[in-house]
C-alpha cells in the first residue's frame, strides 16, 4: 500500500515537473504590447454622443493597428462615423486624436485593458474588414464595443445610442480623460473598401473642422 502511495505521488510530481515549464514558457505571449481605450464622449443635445477606441502602443517598436502603423509609445484612434464627417461613412483613423487635440473633450470618459499581441492581431483584422456605417446595428457604439470586446474588456452591450453604453461604463469604472497623440492633420485617414483590398486617403479639412461627441 505504502509503495502505491508512494508511486502516485512520484507521479504527480513528475506531472507537475512538465506541466511549470510549459506555462512559464506560454505567460511570454501574453505580455502586453498595447493598451485599449474604450472612449465615450456626450456634449450634450442634441449630440447623440460618440464612442471610439484608442489604442496605445506600449512596446519600442511601430504596431499595426488595422490599415495603420502606430510609431513606438504613441497611439492612434479608431471610430465609425456616420453623416457627422464631410468624407462619408465608414471607418476613420485618429480623427477623434485630432480633434481631441483642438477641440474640448469635456465630459469624455473611458475604461482601458492590455493588449496581447493575438488580442491586436484579432482587432487589427476587425479594423480591416469594417468599414460602414448604420444607425442600426453598425454604429459607432456598435463598433467600439465590438472592438473592446475582441480585447478582453469587460462586458459592456450596445444599445444603439451611445449613452446607453456609457452607463454601463461608468459601472465598471470610469478612467476619465485620455490624452491622446497630437497628430497632424496628414495622420488623419479614411479607410475605403473593407479586406485585403482596403486603403487608406488623407481626410479633407471638412473632417476635422469640428468637435466629436
Known amino acids: 500500500m505504502k509503495k502505491r502511495v ?68 504613441q497611439g492612434v484612434s479608431v471610430g465609425n462615423f456616420g453623416l457627422t464627417r464631410a468624407d462619408g461613412n465608414g471607418t476613420y483613423y485618429n480623427v477623434e486624436a485630432y480633434c481631441g487635440n483642438h477641440f474640448s473633450l469635456s465630459g469624455m470618459i473611458s475604461n482601458s485593458t492590455d493588449l496581447t499581441q493575438d488580442e491586436l492581431n484579432a482587432i487589427s483584422t476587425e479594423i480591416r474588414n469594417h468599414n460602414r456605417w448604420a444607425f442600426f446595428g453598425s454604429n459607432c457604439s456598435d463598433f467600439a464595443v465590438r472592438i473592446w470586446s475582441l480585447g478582453g474588456g469587460e462586458l459592456i452591450i450596445s444599445y444603439v445610442l451611445p449613452v446607453f453604453s456609457k452607463w454601463q461604463m461608468l459601472l465598471h469604472g470610469n478612467e476619465g480623460y485620455v490624452k491622446m497623440t497630437n497628430v497632424s492633420a496628414s495622420q488623419v485617414k479614411k479607410q475605403v473598401g473593407e479586406g485585403d483590398s482596403a486603403t487608406l486617403v488623407t481626410c479633407s479639412p471638412g473632417t476635422i473642422a469640428k468637435e466629436i461627441g
Not at 456626450?42 to 471610439?52: A, E, I, K, N
Request: charged share 10%; with cysteine; hydrophobic share 45%.
Open 6 to 73: 508512494l508511486a502516485i505521488l512520484l507521479a504527480l510530481a513528475v506531472l507537475c515537473c512538465c506541466i511549470v515549464p510549459a506555462t512559464a514558457a506560454g505567460s511570454t505571449g501574453s505580455k502586453p504590447v498595447a493598451k485599449l481605450y474604450l472612449c465615450h464622449r456626450w456634449s450634450g443635445f442634441p449630440s447623440l454622443g460618440h464612442m471610439w477606441v484608442y489604442i496605445e502602443n506600449l512596446s519600442g517598436k511601430p504596431i499595426q493597428v488595422g490599415l495603420y502603423k502606430v510609431p513606438a509609445k
